[in-house]
């Protein structure tokens, strides 16, 4: 079996040691030679990299493992696949992006609406500058990428890098979305077969086949209808991601044709989400009072008593096997069937050719092979329009400079409308975000 060498790159990442779990788990269909791991953060960097030697020494001791925070010892000629999870800025900048729009009326949201907006302004530059250290290096190693807000991301280095065949944008949340159906109905995920399209964090599932080829979409509907949805993992879910499990049951009763990503609340009920917000206390502060301090609490403790045995660092089991098992597909050019994004290029047939759309696809070691969507109907075309006009928007705003296209993309957005106060939220991102963004002129 053919051994890959892998880079994680945001190894002090919150969702690093869940990752690296899923490495030992999945070590039989995905043999990794040498694992790098490389962060901006020396202490971030070094805790998570001394619990993992503690974990491998453990559970994967064949693996050939370091940590750094030098770009020189991670970027090398013989990798292969280059997992990317960073965050431009950190929690504190996340906790602007949430409060910032909150405090003048508007969703404030990591990915979605203007908080997703001034994360991407500020992931772009040092996503751009990560493809272009890792292709100093190794042209032939598959990016994969994680970081958010993945269709910003996705449509930046899709311009920027035309011709780079080998960077594929990812997002857990239709595997999140699979294996909470799966629980539902008491299926494995893998055994479905979905159809999927959208862009990241706005989509839909319109069919979900099993191994027969039944539909299992409108049982699935009926039930959530009669009692709810909640996340696969819901025991160990904060509250506020169970509250916007559960409005998938008020978007399903509003528009039953298809079941939604979670992400389409902010968009399709921003006053209703609204009022559930609290500016005082955003999705930031949940994640640094809970994810962030157990998971470096925990791997303080391993450390401390020097073995990984009874360790419960890992949250969301999705999030790193999902990653691990696209890329043992591209690996072993298995040809499974994932949910990713890609350049449209008519796979949906009505809508722009360089939109980049989340679709589902058999992936290949010679690349992702899409499944034809065909044309999708008025109402999601108008809403998918809309929303990649304003992503094309703030990516060209990054690339010029320019705060007109900045405006216009902010009073699209459908968290926003008003003109008016797209430019009051747009003037108070830039003032917060002077030490990330370009100069907007
Ligand atoms: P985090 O802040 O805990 O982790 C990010 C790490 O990246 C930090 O340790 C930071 O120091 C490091 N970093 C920042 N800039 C870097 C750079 N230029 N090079 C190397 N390392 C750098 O954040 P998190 O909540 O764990 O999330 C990590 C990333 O993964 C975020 O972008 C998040 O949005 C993304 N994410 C995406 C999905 C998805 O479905 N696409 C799911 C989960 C997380
Ligand atoms: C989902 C999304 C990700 C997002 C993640 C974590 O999995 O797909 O893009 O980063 O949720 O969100 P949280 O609010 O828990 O940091
Ligand atoms: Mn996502």
């Keep these: 079996m053919r051994k890959f060498n892998v880079l994680i790159v945001g190894g002090g990442s919150t969702w690093t040691p869940g990752l690296l779990k899923s490495i030992c788990v999945r070590q039989k269909t995905f043999s990794i030679n040498r694992l ?6 020396e202490e971030r960097q070094k805790t998570i990299g001394e619990f993992a030697k503690i974990l491998f020494k453990e559970e994967y001791p064949e693996l050939d493992f ?5 770009k020189e010892e991670a970027f090398t000629e013989d ?48 996503m751009v500058e990560l493809v272009k250290d890792v292709r100093s290096k190794a042209k032939d190693a598959w990016i994969l990428n994680y970081t958010n807000p993945a269709a910003i991301v996705a449509d930046a280095l899709q311009r920027i890098f035309p011709e780079d065949k ?3 944008n990812i997002c857990d949340q239709p595997e999140n979305l699979l294996r909470s159906y799966g629980r539902l109905l008491n299926m494995d995920t893998r055994d479905f077969d979905p159809v999927y399209f959208g862009l990241n964090h706005f989509g839909w599932f319109t069919n979900l086949y099993d191994q027969e080829g039944n539909d299992l979409l409108p049982k699935l509907r009926d039930m959530i209808l009669e009692s709810g949805f909640r996340p696969v993992d819901y025991e160990q879910r904060d509250k506020s991601w169970l509250e916007t499990y559960a409005m998938v049951e008020q978007i399903v ?56 045995k009874d360790s419960h660092v890992v949250h969301n089991d999705a999030h790193g096997e999902f990653i691990l098992i696209v890329a043992e597909s591209i690996a072993y050019n298995k040809g499974d069937n994932f949910v990713v994004i890609l350049k449209n290029d008519g796979i ?50 990054y690339l010029e400079g320019s705060y007109q296209k900045a405006l216009q993309a902010l009073t699209l957005n459908r968290t926003i409308v008003s003109a008016g106060k797209a430019r009051e939220v747009l003037d108070a991102l830039i003032e917060a975000n002077k030490d990330f963004w370009p100069e907007l002129k």
């Design 36 to 41: 790098v791991m490389l962060d901006v953060n």
């Design 166 to 168: 080998k960077i594929l």
């Design 348 to 397: 949906i047939d009505n809508l722009p050719k360089d939109a980049m759309v989340e679709v589902a696809a058999s992936l290949t070691a010679n690349g992702p092979r899409p499944y034809a969507v065909g044309e999708i109907p008025t109402f999601h075309k108008g809403l998918i329009e809309g929303q990649f006009a304003y992503e094309k928007l703030t990516v060209e705003a």
């Design 253 to 308: 009763r509003d528009f039953p044709d298809y079941l939604p990503n979670t992400y389409l609340q902010y968009y399709l009920y921003p006053d209703k989400v609204l009022k559930k917000l609290n500016p005082e206390h955003t999705r930031a502060n949940e994640v640094m009072e809970g994810r962030e301090k157990r998971v470096f609490e925990e791997c303080k403790r391993v450390i401390e008593v020097g073995t990984s």
């Design 66 to 70: 370091s940590y750094t925070t030098n």
């Design 79 to 126: 990798l292969d696949f280059v997992l990317v999870q960073m965050r431009t800025g950190g929690y504190s900048m996340r906790e602007q992006d949430e409060k910032i729009p909150l405090s003048l009326g508007v969703i404030g949201q990591e990915t979605c609406g203007p908080g997703g907006f001034a994360y991407g302004m500020r992931s772009i530059k040092d």
